[in-house]
C-alpha cells in the first residue's frame, strides 16, 4: 500500500504572492530555504538537525510556534517530492537541498509562481515507492503513483473521487494496475488511505494540479498539455523494475548539443584536461588528445532552467576520466571536482546564474 510521506503535506494553499502566515505552504518555503542556507547538513544527528530547523523558523516565520509535532515532518516530505536529497559524503549521511528544490525556491524567490508550480508538478514523476518487502508480490517493484496517477487521467480524463483516494493505494503491482483499470482491485477504507488522501491528494488539489468536481478528480489542463507535449505516455513507464530518467522521455523540449561549442571548448583549453593539464587519453587521428565537453550544470537538467545550458560558460573540456568522474565518482571525489571546476569556471558561472551550491544541489546524491 502506498505510504503518505512523513505524516505531513507539503502545501494547503496555492503558490503566490498572497501566501498566509502560518500556513503549511509557508512552512514549506521556509524548510526549503533552511537547506538553501549552506551547501548541506549533517544527517547523522537528526535531533541537532531539527534544532538548528527549529531555530531558523522561529526566526524566520512570524507566527511559527514549537510545539509537540514531530519536526522531521516538516522535511520528509520534501524527500519524498526530491526537493531534499539524502546522500553518503565519507561515510558520514549528509542532507541538502536538490536542484530543484533550488530551482523551485529561486522562481518562488523571484515570484515566478507559475514556474515554481511546473517544477514541483515535473518532481512528482521523479517521485518513487520502493514496495513493501512484506507484500511478496511487489518485493522486485519501484512503483511511480503520480506516473499512474496521470496516465490514467490523460487516458480516462477523470477518475471517480472513491476510487482516486481508496483503490488506487492498493497498487502494488503491474497486474494492480491492470485490475484497477478495469474495475477488478480489492480495497478497504484504511488510516493509510486516508492518509494518503489528507497529505498527499489534498496537497495537489490546494496547489490546484488536480481539480475537483462534483465526485470526481481531474487534472489541470495546463499540466495535461505539458504532459502530452512532452512525455511519452505509456503505462510500463509508470511501473517499472529499473530506474527511470525523465529527461530521456522529453520530446521536444529537448535539443540537440551544439558540437561547435564542444570544439571550441577543446580549443581555448588548448587541448588539454581543464583539471589537470597532465591527464592523457589517448591521440585522435587528427593528432589532438582526445577530449570530452562536459556541461558543468548537466543537460538533463535543462528542463529546470530557463536559460539554455548549452552554452560556452557552461562548457568544461575534460579528459574521459575526469568526465565520467563528475557523474559516477564518490561524493567526496566529486566535492573535489566541483571546486576545482567552479574556480576555472566561476566569472563564466556567475555570467549565467549559477554558483557552487548550485552544483553540490545536483552532483551530490
Not at 127 to 137: C, E, G, L, V, Y
Not at 254 to 275: D, P, Q
Not at 278 to 297: Q, R, V
Not at 326 to 339: A, E, G, P, Q, R
Amino acid at each position: 500500500m502506498w505510504q503518505a510521506p512523513g505524516n505531513s503535506k507539503i502545501f494547503d494553499e496555492d503558490i503566490n504572492e498572497n501566501i498566509k502566515e502560518g500556513s503549511i505552504t509557508e512552512r514549506t518555503i521556509k524548510v526549503l530555504q533552511f537547506f538553501a542556507s549552506q551547501p548541506f547538513y549533517d544527517y547523522s544527528k537528526v535531533n541537532d538537525l531539527t534544532e538548528k530547523m527549529k531555530d531558523f523558523l522561529i526566526a524566520n516565520m512570524k507566527s511559527f510556534k514549537p510545539n509537540k509535532t514531530t519536526l522531521s515532518h516538516f522535511y520528509k516530505p520534501l524527500i519524498f517530492y526530491e526537493f531534499v536529497n539524502v546522500f553518503n559524503l565519507a561515510g558520514q549521511p549528509k542532507i541538502s537541498i536538490s536542484a530543484t528544490g533550488r530551482q523551485f525556491l529561486k522562481n518562488y524567490n523571484e515570484k515566478k509562481y507559475n514556474n515554481a508550480k511546473m517544477i514541483f508538478f515535473q518532481s512528482t514523476l521523479q517521485t518513487r515507492f520502493f514496495a513493501n518487502s512484506a507484500t511478496i508480490k511487489s518485493q522486485n517493484e519501484k512503483i511511480f503513483p503520480f506516473r499512474m496517477i496521470y496516465f490514467l487521467l490523460i487516458k480516462n480524463k477523470k477518475i471517480n473521487i472513491n476510487d482516486f483516494e481508496n483503490k488506487l493505494v492498493y497498487i502494488t503491482c503491474e497486474k494492480d494496475f491492470e485490475n484497477f483499470e478495469k474495475g477488478n482491485i480489492y480495497f478497504k477504507s484504511t488510516e493509510k488511505a486516508k492518509k494518503w488522501k489528507a497529505w498527499v491528494i489534498s496537497s495537489l488539489l490546494d496547489i490546484k494540479i488536480f481539480v475537483k468536481e462534483k465526485n470526481y478528480i481531474f487534472l489541470n489542463d495546463e499540466y495535461k498539455i505539458w504532459l502530452e507535449k512532452n512525455i511519452e505516455l505509456n503505462k510500463e513507464y509508470f511501473i517499472m523494475d529499473f530506474d527511470f530518467d525523465i529527461d530521456e522521455r522529453f520530446k521536444k523540449i529537448k535539443s540537440k548539443r551544439n558540437r561547435k561549442l564542444a570544439v571550441e571548448s577543446y580549443i581555448k583549453a588548448n587541448w588539454k584536461c581543464e583539471l589537470n593539464e597532465e591527464h592523457f587519453s589517448f591521440t585522435t587521428n587528427k593528432n589532438k588528445m582526445f577530449l570530452e565537453s562536459h556541461h558543468i550544470i548537466p543537460f538533463s537538467h535543462q528542463n529546470l532552467y530557463e536559460q539554455q545550458l548549452d552554452c560556452k560558460e557552461n562548457l568544461i573540456a575534460l579528459c574521459p576520466n575526469c568526465h565520467r568522474s563528475f557523474h559516477h565518482s564518490t561524493n567526496k571525489n566529486k566535492i573535489k571536482l566541483i571546486d576545482v571546476a567552479y574556480n576555472l569556471k566561476e566569472n563564466e558561472l556567475l555570467k549565467i546564474n549559477f554558483n557552487k551550491d548550485d552544483l553540490y544541489a545536483i552532483y551530490l546524491r
